[in-house]
């Protein structure tokens, strides 16, 4: 069914959408959902400088015990 819509059929559409709802909820539903994207890139991000964090603590150290002792000196 899907296949079958051109632009044509999508700029219907559109302006039933617009006539339905008018274009202040149609432009204040666009603002909510450029909102909600910007939100789950954020998360995304911040979620991954986190996994990043935790694997940074977690590395382990392979300097020879000899050469720990010299820095600390």
Not at 3 to 22: C, D, Q, R, S, T
Not at 30 to 44: A, D, L, Q, T
Request: no cysteine.
């Amino acid at each position: 069914m899907l296949n079958n819509i051109g632009p044509m059929g999508f700029l219907v559409i559109a302006v039933v959408v617009l006539v339905l709802f008018g274009r202040g909820k149609v432009s204040g539903l666009m603002g909510e959902v450029g909102k909600g994207i910007s939100s789950f890139k954020k998360g995304i991000n911040d979620g991954k400088k986190e996994l990043e964090d935790d694997s940074a603590a977690v590395a382990k150290d392979v300097t020879p015990e000899e050469e720990k002792v010299k820095d600390e000196a």
